[in-house]
């Protein structure tokens, strides 16, 4: 798979590509175009991590969790997007996003804090698929 990165510009319009061509057209607003099967926006979201400066509890660009999604203070527990989880196979902290992955640590914290050990895994592929008509699949998106 081909991919071509273009830095700059602002995108004035995302349109259907013309048959037999790419399956969308990407109109910057100097003019410029590209063309392509897929369009991804990424706009480098970053969790609302402003409420804890000040706690102690240690954060990169979340609040860091061990496995089992407690805090660096004791009594303190993180789950969801806003929170970066303990990784020992990668040796370092990462995120997990989609639905699934939130809810489930949404459980696991809930029943550490009352006691339990159990340990977040991650719940299924994040990877993207592309079928053969072209279309994008994720397995966190409901409606796949
Ligand atoms: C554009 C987009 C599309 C997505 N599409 C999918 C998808 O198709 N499938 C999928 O599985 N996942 C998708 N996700 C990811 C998914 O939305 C998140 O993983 C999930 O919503 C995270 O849940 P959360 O409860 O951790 O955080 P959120 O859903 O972000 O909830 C956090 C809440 O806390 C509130 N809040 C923030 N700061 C404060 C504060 N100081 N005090 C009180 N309240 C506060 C916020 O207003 C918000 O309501 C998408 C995300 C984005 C941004």
């Given at each position: ?16 590509g ?52 407690k ?5 303190i527990?993180a ?48 990877s ?17």
């Amino acid at each position: 798979m081909g991919i071509e990165i273009f830095a700059g510009g602002d995108v004035d319009a995302i349109e259907k590509g013309a048959s037999g061509l790419p399956a969308r057209r990407i109109v910057f607003s100097d003019g410029q175009e590209l063309r392509g099967d897929v369009v991804m926006p990424f706009y480098g979201l970053a969790p609302n991590v402003d409420f804890m400066s000040g706690s102690g509890v240690d954060m990169e660009r979340g609040i860091l969790v061990d496995g089992r999604l407690k805090s660096s203070i004791d009594g303190i527990w993180a789950a969801g997007d806003v929170c970066q989880i303990w990784s020992s196979a990668l040796n370092g902290y990462r995120f997990y996003y989609g639905y699934r992955n939130v809810r489930r640590m949404g459980e696991i914290a809930a029943r550490n804090m009352t006691g339990e050990t159990v340990d977040f895994e991650e719940q299924g592929d994040e990877s993207l698929q592309i079928d053969d008509d072209g279309l994008l699949h994720s397995p966190l998106w409901e409606h796949d």
